[in-house]
């Protein structure tokens, strides 16, 4: 629980930063993909230009490139999550507290709804006609697929924040903290290929929340369970496999217990 937390600076100076570098990331990625519905808008052209707006290749990098930036930004503020999910794996590691992880996600649900009101105020004119941003289960793909979508690109993700800012891999490898952000921002961008056309890509329960709440339509709500649900499934995969498996924390645990029964 770590109450103390709640007395000092350095916890709220955290939540801040966690708020402040949501917001920047929704106010990026969801005017990125606005931007780039309305200049493919086959109203608008006609011709069908295949070059018309930045594609999903650009939709793609916008997301994992905010990701870099801001972890970057973040990392020695907050641990840079910017995610509910990264921060629940982060908990479930026993490396954040349970009080700064609740916070955490309260800050980011609330950067992302004001990252979002954000894109809504300077894309006033198309926010609402392009869907906001909003992440959906796109046709032709069921609820299961969808799921799976989402769990395994948190996943993906969560693994390579574990991987990246892993302790005993940082002692070895002094430049490991410097590139942190790197992996993690290529994480982003490489599952957002690969999910953009089956869920839009949520991967961050926050991401997906702002853009419901702001839009709050009916196609944005209808199975936004998938991208909490999903999400944090994939980021307690994660957990286990880097913790328990990878660092063999079972059997590291198994011995200990072992060890301490045999000196009773």
């Given at each position: 629980?770590?109450?103390?937390?709640?007395?000092?600076?350095?916890?709220?100076?955290?939540?801040?930063?966690?708020?402040?570098?949501?917001?920047?990331?929704?106010?990026?990625?969801?005017?990125?993909?606005?931007?780039?519905?309305?200049?493919?808008?086959?109203?608008?052209?006609?011709?069908?230009?295949?070059?018309?707006?930045?594609?999903?290749?650009?939709?793609?990098?916008?997301?994992?490139?905010?990701?870099?930036?801001?972890?970057?930004?973040?990392?020695?503020?907050?641990?840079?999550?910017?995610?509910?999910?990264?921060?629940?794996?982060?908990?479930?590691?026993?490396?954040?507290?349970?009080?700064?992880?609740?916070?955490?996600?309260?800050?980011?649900?609330?950067?992302?709804?004001?990252?979002?009101?954000?894109?809504?105020?300077?894309?006033?004119?198309?926010?609402?006609?392009?869907?906001?941003?909003?992440?959906?289960?796109?046709?032709?793909?069921?609820?299961?697929?969808?799921?799976?979508?989402?769990?395994?690109?948190?996943?993906?993700?969560?693994?390579?924040?574990?991987?990246?800012?892993?302790?005993?891999?940082?002692?070895?490898?002094?430049?490991?903290?410097?590139l942190a952000p790197l992996p993690i921002g290529f994480a982003v961008f490489m599952v957002h290929l690969a999910t953009i056309p089956i869920t839009g890509t949520g991967i961050n329960p926050a991401r997906s929340f702002g853009s419901a709440v702001i839009l709050n339509r009916h196609e944005a709500w209808h199975y936004h369970w998938i991208y909490w649900v999903g999400p944090f499934v994939?980021?307690?995969?994660?957990?286990?496999?880097?913790?328990?498996?990878?660092?063999?924390?079972?059997?590291?645990?198994?011995?200990?217990?072992?060890?301490?029964?045999?000196?009773?």
């Amino acid at each position: 629980m770590d109450p103390k937390e709640l007395g000092k600076w350095s916890f709220y100076r955290a939540l801040i930063a966690e708020f402040v570098a949501t917001l920047l990331f929704l106010y990026i990625g969801v005017t990125t993909v606005i931007g780039y519905k309305h200049q493919s808008d086959p109203n608008l052209n006609p011709a069908g230009d295949p070059c018309g707006g930045v594609g999903l290749l650009g939709i793609s990098w916008a997301f994992g490139g905010m990701i870099f930036v801001l972890v970057y930004c973040t990392g020695g503020i907050s641990g840079g999550h910017i995610n509910p999910a990264v921060t629940f794996g982060l908990l479930l590691a026993r490396k954040v507290s349970l009080i700064r992880a609740v916070m955490y996600m309260v800050a980011q649900c609330l950067g992302a709804i004001s990252g979002v009101g954000l894109a809504k105020a300077f894309q006033k004119a198309y926010f609402v006609r392009y869907g906001g941003g909003a992440t959906e289960l796109q046709a032709g793909h069921s609820v299961g697929v969808g799921l799976a979508a989402e769990i395994i690109g948190t996943f993906v993700l969560v693994y390579t924040v574990f991987s990246a800012t892993d302790p005993k891999r940082s002692a070895r490898d002094s430049h490991v903290p410097v590139l942190a952000p790197l992996p993690i921002g290529f994480a982003v961008f490489m599952v957002h290929l690969a999910t953009i056309p089956i869920t839009g890509t949520g991967i961050n329960p926050a991401r997906s929340f702002g853009s419901a709440v702001i839009l709050n339509r009916h196609e944005a709500w209808h199975y936004h369970w998938i991208y909490w649900v999903g999400p944090f499934v994939g980021a307690a995969i994660a957990a286990f496999y880097h913790q328990y498996i990878l660092r063999a924390g079972a059997a590291k645990a198994i011995i200990s217990f072992k060890n301490s029964n045999a000196h009773v």
